[in-house]
């Protein structure tokens, strides 16, 4: 859940149909999906007559208030947040996606990243199409305005059929709501059921915050239209292998989410357990750095019989905070969020517990704020294996270059970080701490075996080729 | 210049190709076209390798500041102010209005209005394309992604060839800036040049603001291109009479430019002439509404030996005044723009020398407030004829029914304004104040003739047909 | 009513007792004083059990809302518009002063100079009261608080007979507004009525916005108290010569304002008449620098029969205008403001009326605009003597080195400016141009001679001392 | 360290002498003692010519920036965080406190509160004195004005033996500081030095995050001075019993700051440790609800054996959030801030182990939460006795009536909240948890034993009587 210095995932996305406070519910659910995306977000909302929108920089309460969601009229509504680009044109790629087709309106909102958005783009521009943004989705509305003549139906298994990669979407016109799903199934997509409104999120905490029911997942390949006649589904596509992104549930998720049938708390304390049974270490406690290791320590502990220590202290008030350069040097921007205890660390062996470790460098100004603070031994346990290759497939994970487990051994990463002894579970470990099968999850960021090729090298970038 | 209570035309628009300080001079240059559109501006630059764009909703100075203009770097720029539209997406409907197409970006600035732009939309639809805005701006760029194949200057030749009504464009793209202008000439448009730098505004007063020199007239019906290899001129249509939209002499245009090779003090003051010739009121002094009628004023005064007073004071601090529903009523609303001065107006046989008359409530307030102050008789002189036909070509004229001239006789304007007189200048005599033959003018708001064919009625809102 | 370049004076000051919108009426004559003080304001306002005060930096309407107006509850108002001083301890020394004593809450607005506070206060310091901040205003709160035994109506008394200098002042109590002025009377005090509230203002133009009566002037050395049982006015001092500031004729208060028993646009206007009968130019036209001396130059014109003309348009989008330091230099901030129109200046020989000089660098820039517009004589007529001596009184005039008036002769001035002629308005013409004799004038700042002996030489730096 | 429900304190107090950055560590120091107060926040600072300060409404981070900190220069800076009270006159409170007194500036920031400022304060009007604010701090500066005649440090010594009550202050002047606690000693105050210069703050914390070093506490009845002599102390009372506030280790203390020479983290261990021996329940897990019970969960699960779980989850992203009143009946606001996790929480035995409990209408609603999500069994064990007196030393507590055991008996408190068991630690074990003897403590908050007589009953709203 802390996301200020490792991954940015794309998104999160929320819809409902058929509630007269849709954009109400449509904000808390936003609020509970806050860690996909903390850049910008919006809400469409639509009355069947009249489409609503507002967008904005920032954190979901920085953008909305009473006044604005009072506004936002209508029993439809479909959400997102974001993690956005850089760049001069930021705000005109924050989704829900809003175009006007034949004197209707379609809002999407996306999560996940596709493949073969550049060779579609270029496929259009060609027929005289132009293009407001640099964002994949774009595409998406596109093929759907070219094969909207026999129907929305037949023109949404039109478009699913063309674009290749991760795909949890939500599509809003006037008076529908269609959530689809890759084939694969890389990203979460849940339906719930709140009164007599039907909900679609990311996660399922987002029904939680709003006391919706969770009913299902949308399922990998599913196409559920959702109007005032109930829910009809499509399954265009035949039976397909899955590929769960496995970082859902390391990482990403919130613990209080179920996700791919999964509960996440508990699949991180299993997580956790595995690391207690590969490792033996002599220690006087095990800590997390909160909150992100958190859980799998507590499976540590329980597993290891050593004592749980909070070795380091989050501050709750950080915000937009002000470093100066001078002091930036000293370790304050790490300190400023999670001071070192000392009376607790002086003079003792620790091991951490942590989730993952991407870059290193957060880690290695961490630990030398904990050497600072007394402790003697600094050992660290992870709860999965060497990162070593991107993801194309909606995880905004540096390059090759940047990965620290790509160019390094272990042995090297210990000392870059400046730990006693590093230890990553294995990849067997972790996907038996799940009970799904190896099969269903993508792991290509430990094995880089890519489900879906990845046909321009890095998706992402594909506008500058 | 005083647009806050009668009439919004469209916009004002700027472009600059080749200087180093291209957005900071657009900046001023648009500052000196605020009086063209208060409630949205933007400016997009180009480096020819990087495009940057800014844009908000408000006054050019509350919109950009040092740091942003900074950032908007490169010798070419293009910017724009409008009066936008209301409704719930006002913010994507700021210009320029900018795509991508093909690797390249495309950005636009236009002042007037099309009269066939929902046509074009349909069949662009009906083969696919997509729409951002409900802006008639769109379809150009849509037109023009479509006629790509041959070539930038060919495009531009093809995209006029197909609009009808009036443009007075500036498009820029990576590393051109293109300025054209419809054969009838409705709005103006300018040319002129800084330094080795060719600078594009609607009105020359935004060249004195930045120093540069006025050279000519973007010719109507003219494509004029600019870029490295300096100027080149297209003139696409066969020579077509032009329809120099006379209200941008008689109220739009900064009494400090010239337009359409005319002076437009010199115009206004010769407007208060002739009203002095076509009527004498026996009267204490005249009086402006300041700053409408100001310059009319000094003409009438002159020619007609009565003396000038400023009757009311401007305040210059009026910004977003919260006025409360209890006193708007008790006319503070218009009291708290213009005070009347009792000691000057108390007893005194006073005449208005007005501008013009579009739905004649503030007129009927101001009236009122002067009666209050203790004025004994109120003549009132307008500088052209009644108003009685709403515009089709930019300028945001209320409907036929909100033009009080439309439905009511001199005399019963006069009886609902409050006034003792009200003495309209004649057609000709407003023609003959401009030195320029009748026929170079579209007179449609006083006459009913339109230059162009408006298709679709009232062609703004071409979207809800 | 242009004070952006020239002077800034202290303050204006507004009062009401005995109107359920009594904040609001308050807002409104802050609004119409804008032009006193347009750096900060404030307003406090009391129910007789409860007081609520807001105050800010910044204009009027900037500074309140309607929220905030619905919070500022009570039939009891006072409000203070200010140009403060620099510092960093600005905030603070917004007005009104608020104190409480007693278990009773004092607010004071003061207009005004006190030239002995800083005598005053070391008194009061040595007998161990401490002050909050840098102004003479808080001076007469800590002597209004040792004087309270005997009642509110002696305290007063008391404390003007130790007061000396400028002051019109409102203060308001828990249950009383008492408005009091010097007994010379140097700045205006005037009494309204408004349905039965009693209102208490700088200057009559207040009470035209809120359309309150003009009752009288507060008379120079009364005391006003006024509370539930009406008016009570007591008068401690002999009768006193009258020290009334002419320059607020000529140039601070508003042209539709009564001060001194005045009408300041009349005044202004056979300022510019007297200018006419005591020099002769030959000119094609007369114009003023808008809008300082337009009412000037309207008498200035009507008694020489020389035409006017706006040479120069005044820009109404003037805010707080970024200006490039490359562009400054380049008279930018000048024409930003007024904008020399080209078809009226060339080639013609003008004459500028002002109103006043003060440093000259205004006058220096604008000028020469006006020869790059193409003027080929401009001779300039000023409507008072030259500024040659400080103001002690609540002007806030530079020192006597930063008046040009005071180190150059009316040649030197002319060669400064860039003139072809400067003629300046006699002593003995300006005074009669009043109507009143020329003892009931301050006349300090043209002939040095000071009504009231400033005794620690610039009074308002008494704490540096 | 979740201030956000339960208990406000009063301030956090930090200085510097003697670092060129004084201001920037000042922020950093207040930025560490944020959770002391939330609500409003100053620094003052001295370069011993000129005096420079910023305050302002809301967090840290939010009040000052990089331009702010650089305005704030000198070498010596005093700061403090606030929970301002509420009402029209908030700004005018926030603290530092500053006056000027015969050319010297004096700034305060204090901790606590004085029991006898309503009498000081009414002694001091008598004699003529006026007072901004209505805080018990201001009454320090009076006395220490009229107390000056002797210097400085005598004037401290005669103010300190006229204040009675809770007060750890830090006094600048121009070019000293000075550190000054109370002989009980209620609030902490240390002492801390980095590179040559030292620093004062009250809680550790503070030190840790500018990596000063922790040197001593300021001792009760203690006063150091500060200048370029180094340091001199004072110690004007005889030896004094203490009275530590003891729930500054329970609650408010962070748990990485040493306080009263107690380390905090360790003594919330303890006191849940206590907890296990004096309590034996049978359940699957123990939480605390994060972040306040945190340690004392810890300690109660390593001594009883029972394994620790997260039951909820804290969302990090909460500021101000908007509650629609709709949905805030539905437990909103509580599940916007803990989410239950439903698969750790449904059909387990849970103790919750909490810090405290004062008013106990949070902790009803997060039990009816974890009901919600399924808990079966809900114990509650608390690591204080019941909370039934109120604090007159600048805790700002309820009023006895708010505090729910000041009412209710331990049963009651329990059917109230809704839980299966309550059990609250005995008032031995908790001081035996800290190691010092009991008389060492204030316990009147539980025993109601107050060491200081709170003469004018609840002396916070001393200015109402």
Redesign the interface.
Known sequence: ??FYNKLKEDCGVFGVFGHK?AA?LT??GL??L??RG?ESAGIVSSTERE????KGMG????I???NI?E?LRGHISVGHVRYSTTG??VA?NIQPF??????KT?AIAHNGNLVNAGNIR?AL?K????????MDTEVI??LL??SMRKGLSEAIVNVVSQIKGAYSCVLMTDDTIIAFRDPNGFRPLSLGLLDNAYTVASET?AF??I?AQYIRDIEPGEILIIDKNGLKSIRPFPRHKHSFCIFELIYFA???S?VFGL?V??VRKALGGKLAREYSIDADFAMPFP?SG??AA?GF??KSGI????GV?????V????I?P??SM?G?NV??KL??????LNQKKVIIVEDSIIRGTTSKMRVKALREAGAWNIHMVVSCPPTKHPCFYGIDFPTEDELIASGKSVDEIKNYIGLDSLSYLSLDGMVEATGLPKNDFCLACFNGKYPVNPELGISKSY?ET
Chains 1, 2, 3, 4 share one sequence.
């Open positions: 859940m802390n406070d109400k904000y808390f609020y509970a806050q860690h903390q489409i609503n929108e507002h954190l979901v309460p920085e909305f208030d009473e969601l506004k001069s044109s005109k809003v175009v006007n087709y034949e004197g379609y270029r521009e027929k005289g199409s132009i293009f407001q943004t640099t509305l596109h305005a070219h905490c939680d915050l006391e919130r613990p209080d179920t509960d708390y508990s909150d958190n859980y507590i502990c329980q004592p749980l220590e909070m202290i989050r501050n709750h008030y915000g937009r905070t002000f100066d001078v002091y000293r304050f300190k400023v001071n070192p205890v000392k009376h607790i506008l």
